[in-house]
């Protein structure tokens, strides 16, 4: 993250209210939650007032008109929070909040806070100054607006060692579980206003209650039972109740995750990190019974603690930042069930596939290999065949009536072809049954070029029209939902018609999340487009003519022409994109070595080969590490196999497979 002050320090996640994260800077950003996958940028509520980080959120959905949100910071203070500011709406505009109250009795860092909603929705709190705080809502204020808090009881801890975490049992009297820096975790269970059985224990010192005056109230007072020490060789970093208050799962410095029964307090199991990461945040999926880790490499690892096995460890999170700040798992949605994976840069959602099957299907007599090959064709006498690569023959073959074609693309996650037509529409084939669907412009513009990319683990279908417009769908498995469309174009008073479309997912940058698509247009201009931030990223003049195609490989980009060019440009720093050269035989002036348009251009992903094709026939196979001529410094590329379809013009030449 460019500014540390972005980046988020804890989130809290409820199911209908939204996601809340609170940041370095002290700011707490609030989102809806999408039923549905989607990469469209959901609007954001973004609250101030806090000076330090925000270190703990909770969130009371009884409270207030549509709920309070609790925040505790490194400012030492705890502020209340409506987020919608009194108004009834689903998610408010930006700031439009209100601030309820600031409780600011801490001397050090508030680390962790909760509000127990079944004992009144009192407040317990944590803090560096090595106390544990309870507050409570006063009484007779039913008829208002807000309930207003006031102190009940300060615990102290003895020692050099502070309370870093702690986690609620909810129950009858309600179990209280504080984890400290050093690795010792304290026991209380709640008095329930039987005053006699609050003693000051050696180990926890409870301050004089004289000292609270008015404020004092027996109901919220908690008094010392146990303490372990045993548990872990560093501190703990957080606590947590799971499998219906039956468990408590403790997470230490020590690298280690154990398991503790809530009720006995006896060790249940010893969880260590196999890849020597430490476990920073957990959650529980109800439906699965399966406890869920999130480490500091971006590993979450499943974890059956009735059984005592790991079930599996997988990456969620490849680019930096790594660690995973929050989870939490969504069960029993309309949508289905998910994960939702916080990060100090944002959160991912993850969809939760569960009992997923397989059939044996009996019928070949010999082994049984993947390693298929076909390819796709699409002709302007409307027909759309599949080849057998190897034997060169027609597998399938749909067929067109309506409307003439003129682009087409192939799915990259599912078993679906994207057509473009003259008439304005995108059509959707299924490799398997035919046409499933048809998606229509707002306006009628022919659709002149189609590209696909995955944002996000969600597949994007790009549309570019002869008006200079880009449109965009996000590519599901059941449906395809339309998403907002760019303007890509920066002559508002001229629409330029695009011509060409090439989506990079952006992996040679340092950071996630920096998709951008390429436009090519009519007048030789090419204009690069952040995908989330919908911004131009780079515009610049590329070729006299039309950009007929483009192509990728790693941070290269490679733009062929009506002018004959086919030219080479380095990406690896997208706002100052520059030209390498261009790949051209060295006794010619055009790439195609025949003075024709480049109409196509491909890249063999592996081998990184530029294959060309050119309108006269010429198909041009270069390597663009290599130079045909060393002396000719202007002249890059070398070309390694020549051919030339001599029976008509190519118009469009490219795989799907």
């Not at 940028?41 to 980080?53: E, K, L, Q, S, V």
């Not at 039913?142 to 309930?147: A, C, D, M, N």
């Not at 059509?427 to 659709?447: H, M, P, Q």
């Not at 024709?596 to 890249?603: A, N, Q």
Request: with cysteine; charged share 20%.
């Amino acid at each position: 993250i460019p500014d540390k002050g972005l980046a988020f320090e804890c989130y809290h996640i409820h199911t209908e209210k939204g996601i809340f994260g609170g940041r370095h800077d002290g700011a707490i950003m609030h989102w809806p939650i999408s039923p549905t996958p989607s990469v469209t940028t959901p609007c954001a509520n973004t609250m101030r007032g806090h000076a330090g980080a925000v270190l703990t959120l909770d969130f009371a959905p009884d409270l207030g008109p549509e709920g309070l949100l609790f925040s505790g910071s490194a400012d030492r203070s705890i502020k209340i929070w409506d987020p919608w500011g009194g108004l009834d709406t689903p998610l408010p505009s930006r700031n439009r909040y209100a601030c309820v109250q600031t409780l600011s009795e801490h001397c050090g860092s508030v680390v962790c806070l909760r509000v127990l909603t079944h004992q009144s929705h009192a407040i317990i709190s944590c803090s560096l100054d090595r106390t544990v705080k309870t507050w409570y809502p006063t009484e007779g204020r039913g008829l208002l607006l807000y309930p207003w808090y006031l102190p009940a009881q300060s615990i102290s801890q003895p020692g050099s060692s502070w309370p870093s975490a702690f986690c609620v049992r909810s129950g009858a009297n309600g179990t209280l579980f504080i984890g400290d820096s050093a690795g010792g975790i304290s026991v209380y269970a709640n008095s329930s206003g039987k005053a006699n059985e609050i003693v000051p224990d050696n180990a926890i010192d409870i301050v004089d209650y004289k000292q609270l005056g008015d404020h004092f109230d027996e109901k919220f007072q908690w008094a010392l039972r146990r303490k372990f020490s045993h548990f872990h060789s560093l501190g703990i970093s957080k606590l947590q109740v799971v499998a219906d208050n039956c468990f408590v799962v403790s997470l230490g410095f020590d690298e280690k995750a154990q398991i503790i029964d809530a009720i006995s307090g006896a060790l249940s199991a010893t969880i260590s990190s196999a890849g020597a990461a430490r476990f920073i945040s957990c959650t529980w999926d109800d439906q699965g019974q399966i406890l869920l880790l999130g480490d500091v490499a971006g590993y979450v690892h499943l974890w059956n603690m009735f059984d005592d096995k790991l079930l599996a460890r997988r990456q969620m999170i490849t680019t930096a930042p790594l660690a995973i700040v929050g989870m939490h798992s969504f069960t029993g949605t309309s949508g289905g069930d998910f994960l939702l994976i916080g990060q100090a840069s944002g959160v991912k959602q993850w969809l939760c596939n569960r009992n997923v099957g397989y059939v044996n299907c009996n019928g070949h007599s010999d082994s049984v290999s993947a390693k298929t090959s076909q390819f796709f064709s699409v002709s302007l006498d409307g027909s759309i065949r599949c080849w057998d690569s190897y034997e060169m023959k027609v597998s399938f073959e749909f067929e067109e009536k309506d409307s003439e074609i003129t682009c087409m693309v192939a799915s990259k996650q599912f078993h679906k072809l994207f057509t473009g037509h003259d008439c304005g529409v995108v059509k959707v084939w299924s490799i398997y049954a035919g046409k499933l669907s048809e998606l229509s412009l707002e306006r009628k513009n022919a659709i002149t070029c189609l590209a696909v990319g995955v944002v996000r683990n969600q597949e994007i279908l790009l549309a570019g029209g002869i008006d200079g417009t880009v449109s965009t769908w996000e590519i599901n498995c059941d449906d395809i939902s339309r998403a907002g469309p760019f303007q890509p174009t920066l002559q508002k008073e001229k629409k330029e018609e695009v011509t060409s479309l090439a989506f990079c997912k952006g992996s040679f940058l340092a950071q996630d999340g920096q998709e951008f698509f390429i436009v090519g247009y009519s007048s030789g201009q090419i204009v690069m487009w952040n995908f989330s931030k919908k911004a131009v990223v780079c515009s610049f003049k590329a070729h006299n003519n039309g950009v007929c195609s483009l192509a990728l490989h790693g941070c290269f980009l490679f733009s062929g022409s009506d002018d004959t060019l086919l030219r080479m440009w380095n990406m690896f720093n997208p706002p100052e994109t520059y030209e390498l050269g261009v790949l051209r035989p060295p006794s010619s002036s055009s790439s195609s070595g025949s003075g024709s348009p480049i109409v196509c251009l491909d890249v063999v992903p592996f081998r990184g080969l530029v294959l060309s094709a050119a309108a006269d026939g010429t198909l041009l196979v270069w390597d663009y590490t290599l130079f045909e001529d060393e002396s000719a410094l202007d002249v890059y590329g070398k070309i390694v196999f020549r051919a030339k379809y001599v029976e008509s013009s190519i118009v469009c030449r490219k795989l799907f497979c």
